[in-house]
């Protein structure tokens, strides 16, 4: 039997544990950054070393994040000591033993693992999975062999999974023909990777930077924070409507014409459309200065606004309102009015009324992080977000929003949300870096004792 000669750094604390479980059920995680895919790849190679013959499986949900978090870097970690097969996605060990790849972003994804047979399946980032599918694939797990006979799962709060993870993990509450001595939770935090925390010293200001309730669930881990207001840090404060500190409702200006202006649009079938016009400073700042706001087909101050009728608005706007005329203005729109499934698209009234788009960067969370870090305060009380105060459809739907019941960290889709939508299409046109707030430098020697409040 030729030598394997494996190299691999030493495991954090909580990797460690990770490890050396045995548990039927084991997840980790529990926070962002905490070093839960290195921990899911070695485990799945030593586990292939081990037992000869055994067959794991990971899952997760899409094949580039796959490829992205494991295939790549496992290819590195195991050069020549094993085989990966492109064609099946799987990696072949001399020993007999196989990792396969699969991924699951629904239901239907299942029906094709059905008659998959392995001995160890890891599910990683669990809480993207629903409780149905977790329920289905984890029967693959089966085999009449001496081989252990396990589930990892690695998680953070929210995601359309986060109430089963938490029910069975963390509050530990469990149903008829569930056996609580069979599931292990090991909590990690992104204070518990000291690579990352060394190698990328700058992540854990990303986190803190985030609005409180999500700053408390990826970077505290908690997985008590997703109910109530979406937009947690609006403010609408009428004292400070002339100074712009601790407000995002200012009183309206004429932008200078050398300001940028964008158009952002999300159309709704049954909602209202968004129509909205920002303004852009020379420090990035964005200021909504103007909405087009109604519902298709629905009276709305004596005009339906049918897509003819609405482009042929925007378009009479953009020629003859003071803060538009004459201005070059880009757009970006929902991607839905690109689709033809319902007949003509769209995108074809808009064209027609010399109204143009392109579609908007519609990756759902990664929009909502650049809505919040323009909407969070400086350390002086400024946002990077204003609106102005005639925008009363924006004032009014943003600060009403929840979350999302089924998908606890992204919007409830079934309220009035166009506005924050058009919202999310322009900010991921002009993406920003969070908003830095310095930390409080406190002296090594105080002789007055001036510093004891902090």
Not at 42 to 60: D, E
Not at 239 to 260: G, K, Q
Request: hydrophobic share 35%; with cysteine; charged share 25%.
């Amino acid at each position: 039997m030729r030598s394997i000669n494996l190299v691999l750094p030493p495991p954090n604390d909580k990797q460690y544990l990770f490890l050396k479980d045995t548990h039927k059920y084991i997840a980790f995680g529990g926070a962002r950054g905490g070093g839960k895919s290195w921990a899911v790849r070695v485990k799945a190679i030593l586990l292939c070393l081990h037992y000869a013959g055994i067959k794991v499986m990971i899952v997760r949900h899409t094949y580039p994040e796959l490829r992205a978090n494991h295939i790549g870097p496992m290819r590195q970690m195991l050069g020549d000591i094993a085989e990966y097969k492109e064609s099946v996605k799987e990696f072949h060990f001399p020993n007999g033993s196989v990792i396969l790849f699969r991924h699951c972003q629904n239901e239907k994804d299942v029906d094709k693992y059905q008659g998959t047979e392995v001995d160890v399946l890891f599910l990683d980032e669990a809480t993207q999975l629903s409780e149905e599918v977790f329920n289905r694939i984890k029967a693959c797990v089966r085999g009449v062999n001496s081989f252990p006979k396990r589930i990892y799962l690695t998680c953070n709060p929210g995601g359309v999974g986060h109430a089963w993870v938490k029910r069975l993990f963390v509050d530990r509450s469990y149903n008829t023909g569930e056996n609580s001595e069979e599931y292990s939770f090991i909590r990690s935090l992104v204070t518990d990777n000291k690579a990352l925390m060394r190698e990328d010293p700058d992540y854990i200001r990303q986190l803190e930077a985030l609005p409180p309730k999500l700053r408390r669930a990826w970077l505290e881990g908690d997985w008590n924070i997703f109910e109530g207001q979406f937009f947690e840090e609006f403010r609408d404060d009428p004292a400070h409507y002339l100074d712009r500190r601790h407000t995002h409702v200012i009183e309206p200006f004429r932008p200078p014409r050398e300001w940028t202006v964008v158009r952002s649009f999300d159309f709704g079938f049954s909602k209202p459309f968004s129509c909205d016009w920002w303004a852009i400073d020379y420090d990035g700042r964005a200021y909504l200065i103007l909405q087009l706001y109604g519902c298709a087909g629905v009276p709305n101050e004596g005009v339906k606004w049918h897509p003819p009728q609405i482009f042929a608005e925007i378009a009479r706007l953009e020629r003859e309102h003071p803060y538009l005329k004459g201005r070059q203005i880009f757009g970006v729109a929902d991607p839905s009015i690109w689709d033809g499934s319902r007949g003509i698209p769209i995108i074809e009234d808009a064209d027609r009324a010399g109204v143009y788009f392109t579609p908007g960067e519609n990756t759902r969370l990664p929009g909502w992080m650049q809505c919040h870090y323009r909407l969070a305060f400086d350390e002086n009380g400024f946002p990077m977000v204003y609106f102005f105060k005639n925008c009363t459809h924006a004032i009014r739907t943003l600060p009403l929003l929840q979350y999302s019941d089924t998908k606890p960290e992204d919007l409830n889709t079934e309220q009035e949300d166009h506005f924050a939508d058009s919202f999310r299409y322009f900010c991921m046109s002009r993406p920003i870096q969070p908003v830095y707030k310095p930390e409080k430098k406190i002296p090594d020697k105080d002789p007055l004792n001036l510093y004891t409040a902090y």
